[in-house]
Nanobody, 122 residues
Framework: QVQLVESGGGLVQAGGSLRLSCTAS????????MGWFRQAPGKEREFVAA????????VYANSAKDRFTISRDNAKNMVYLEMNSLKPEDTAVYYC???????????????WGQGTQVTVSS
């Protein structure tokens, strides 16, 4: 069973940047699509970005397009989310997840990390 651990969250001012990392252990992510989701207080978990197992295809939520970039390093068993031009509405707990089949909805994901808090101040 693959375990995921997110890191890189923190407090940043609006307009700033953060790079989230997701480290996998206990198995490999090579055969899996990987995604990032987020959940703000009082809201449902929402899709942010996903990347295919072969690193060819990436998909973004409208809120993340042109500001966030998802990437992966299969050799290191890691996934990243580069976030630029951050806004207060990006404040949430960010989760990394893996899926056997490429998906953009949380129900399509098979394993999850515990999340990392991102707070963007205005």
């Amino acid at each position: 069973q693959v375990q995921l651990v997110e890191s890189g969250g923190g407090l940043v001012q609006a307009g700033g940047s953060l790079r989230l990392s997701c480290t996998a252990s206990g198995g490999t992510i090579i055969g899996d699509a990987m995604g990032w989701f987020r959940q703000a207080p009082g809201k449902e978990r929402e899709f942010v970005a996903a990347i295919s197992r072969d690193d060819v295809t990436s998909v973004y939520a409208n809120s993340a397009k042109d500001r966030f970039t998802i990437s992966r390093d299969n050799a290191k068993n890691m996934v990243y989310l580069e976030m630029n031009s951050l806004k207060p509405e990006d404040t949430a707990v960010y989760y990394c997840a893996g899926a056997r089949v490429f998906a953009t909805h949380s129900t399509g994901y098979d394993y999850w990390g515990q999340g990392t808090q991102v707070t963007v101040s205005s």
